[in-house]
């Protein structure tokens, strides 16, 4: 057996970053930057209006400030987006709308709360300062701003203050493609009836959805029944067709299907089959067919996920751009004891991470562990990590991999 970090090094050392390409904005979430972007417009890109209400010239505000009160002819309504450039005349002012553009020759916006106004004239008696409820050009974002640094990873924020400056692509690690095969004559498709000795083929449809949520796209394949010419076929047309291929099953130690010696001939005897010392997902399988990297996961269903979680989602990470893709543990108090034995394993405990009453990250393993029990992984967002030994007690610190957020 290997230790985990061996497998994971071997593994990120073996994959190249995807190609950075000018990706649509909408098309962009979830993506990383290839570059720095700066800004190519100005935000605001005119004086405008914080609020509703009364848009004055400087002498208003002289003979406001001086006599308290005065009262001012609304010459004209400015409503947001109006194209027009006003310009006011002494003694006049202005009703304008939320954001649109400040008159040239104003100086300050009063609140519509703080005035008594008709049609045609505007009473105002409160205190105003040049500039109060006016957002000037630029002072959001300047032309020339640092918007965000390379190698950052666009959120729906990211993505909505490049549109507010005019990118219409951003510079970004594309999104790569994953092709998700089933191999195996045992196996039945959902949907299909179920005859005796057949078992359903969970592992595809659960591997496309954590391969999705990944933020890759990704591709079913189906099952591949276990003939030499039929598996060749189906693995040199997904090298051709997607960025990473993912199966599941037959990279066990004893196991016996051609799946392994079509990949070995594929990858020109260079696929490594390895044991790992954790448990569950020991066994596991990579290579390559020409460039394109597979993957070959354990057939029980929780070991495949949480082998995807290890090892193949640090590499999809580093294949969109992330400089640090291997998963970052966080610290939990168990809620609950977990004893194992000795076994010259590191055990990933399917657990609950939560946040308890005091405000603090808590964690309770989850009763069942068995590596075939897909519904008790199902109830799992996170994963204890325990190094070889005796396992932990009630209330002792433990690392824990978040599966998702809390």
Known sequence: MIPLTQAQQYVLSNID????????????????TSGSLEAMEEIPPFDNTAVDGIAIRSEEIDRLNLSGSIEVRIAATIAAGSPDKVEIAPGTCVRIMTGAPIPSNCSAVVMIEDVVASDIMATISCRIAPGDNIRRKGSDIAIGTRLFESNTRLTPAHIGVLASVGFAKVPAFRRIKIGVISTGDELAEVGQALTYGKIRDSNRHSLLAIASS??????????VKDRPEDLRKAFLDAAKEVDVIITSGGVSVGDFDYTKAILNELSNGKAQWMQ????????FA?????NTPFFGLPGNPVSALVSFELLVKPALRKMQGDLEPLPRPVLAKATGAYKRTPDGKRHFVRSNLHVNNSGALAVKPLDKQGSHMLHEMSKANSLIIVEDGDGFLKDQEVEVLPLSAL
């Open 286 to 290: 990579f290579g390559k067919i020409d």
């Open 276 to 283: 790992i010392a954790i448990r569950p997902a020991k066994p």
């Open 214 to 223: 990944s933020g890759a796209n990704v591709l079913d394949l189906g099952i």
């Open 17 to 32: 970053t995807s190609r950075a390409m000018a990706i649509p904005i909408d098309e962009a979430n979830g993506l990383i």
